[in-house]
């Protein structure tokens, strides 16, 4: 285990904890990392002191009602977005010098204002910005996609967040997440994944996110150990270097659970596809449990598991297939031929039954 080989005081629970999410501010917002079609391209022009300010949730608010005098349920405490419709406003209300609407939108926890578009505030908004301590940002990026992107965005920020003990790595396009009792061979497993061209998302700890509460995101806990492995009798090694960079990824969408155990001779292992699950911040997951023992080629299997999981995101289930195949089968003329063999001919003669 990376993290308790570098600090001996580190707790790595059997199972998992949870980790209460520092606060995103403003400032955290302007300074995400995100790939240029995610890239919400903002800039601050003024209130640069309020950058410290706290984003509470992954609302968004368009502050077109309360400019018109409606405070009634006005998100306060959300990024409020000025786009075409809320500037006119506001300029229509300078030129008028009803000025009242909008200082009291300052009056609120407002995180901040992003202006959208070509739209930039006016003087007044600005010296507001300043007196109050409160954020303007501006971006390009039109309303519709602009909204998309910080949705997105903050969705992932305030998602629900877990860290769990093992090993991540996408198998055939499937996020698989390799658990099971220290010692078991996740390590290893997850090292001969990547020798045959799969690729490695984090080892020993994986922080798992629940998206729009609709499905799970897995990452490395730190970034700075996800891509290095602790494989016993070898030490420490660095998988981006050994298999290069095509080996590893950053972040991947878990669709599948794999628990290893030590097999175990008087338990009765699954044998025709029963459907387990895993659950992990209320989002189900499919299962499997595979008993790991001298000889057992435990890498193809996981990745049988993963072809077949891809399969069933098609339509396709091996195990109904094959309960359908086997009751056609019983009732096919085939079948009753067999089942009217000679033995039981002269046991149904016996009973005058008409042959």
């Known amino acids: 285990m990376i993290a308790a080989f570098l600090h001996p005081d580190y707790p790595l629970p059997s199972l998992c904890y949870t980790r209460a999410m520092k606060e995103f501010t403003v400032l955290d917002l302007l300074d995400l990392d995100l790939k240029e079609h995610n890239h919400l391209q903002l800039t601050c022009i003024a209130g640069r002191s309020g950058l410290s300010r706290v984003i509470r949730n992954a609302k968004i608010a368009r502050p077109g009602l309360a400019l018109a005098g409606y405070f009634v349920s006005f998100s306060g405490n959300s990024i409020q977005l000025i786009g075409r419709s809320e500037q006119s406003y506001i300029d229509m209300l300078e030129e008028r010098n009803e000025y009242e609407n909008i200082e009291k939108l300052f009056e609120y926890d407002v995180p901040c204002f992003i202006f959208i578009g070509d739209y930039r505030p006016s003087e007044h908004f600005v ?101 290095h492995m602790e494989i016993r009798g070898l030490g420490i090694i660095n998988l981006t270097n050994l298999f290069g960079v095509g080996a590893i990824r950053e972040k991947k969408q878990v669709e599948l659970s794999v628990f290893l155990e030590a097999w175990d001779s008087s338990k009765q292992y699954d044998r025709i596809g029963d459907t387990l699950t895993d659950t992990f911040l209320g989002i189900s997951i499919p299962k499997i449990v595979i008993p790991v023992r001298p000889g057992r080629n435990v890498p193809i299997l996981i990745e049988t598991a993963a072809r077949n999981e891809r399969l069933k995101k098609l339509g396709y289930y091996s195990s109904k297939e094959f309960d359908q195949n086997v009751l056609k089968w019983l009732e096919s003329e085939a079948a009753r031929r067999m089942y009217f063999s000679s033995d039981d001919i002269g046991y149904e003669g016996e009973t005058g039954i008409d042959q």
Request: proline share 2%.
């Open 127 to 227: 010296e507001l910005a300043e007196k109050k301590a409160t954020a303007i940002l501006s971006t390009p990026l039109e309303s519709s996609d602009f909204s998309r992107r910080l949705y997105s965005q903050l969705d992932e920020v305030f998602a629900a967040t877990m860290t769990i003990h093992g090993v991540l790595v996408e198998v055939y396009g499937i996020g698989v997440l390799i658990t099971g009792d220290s010692g078991v061979g996740k390590s290893e497993t997850a090292l001969e994944l990547i020798e045959r061209g799969h690729r490695l998302i984090s080892d020993d700890t994986v922080k798992l996110k629940s998206i729009s509460d609709s499905f799970l995101v897995g990452s490395g806990e730190n970034p700075m150990l996800a891509h």
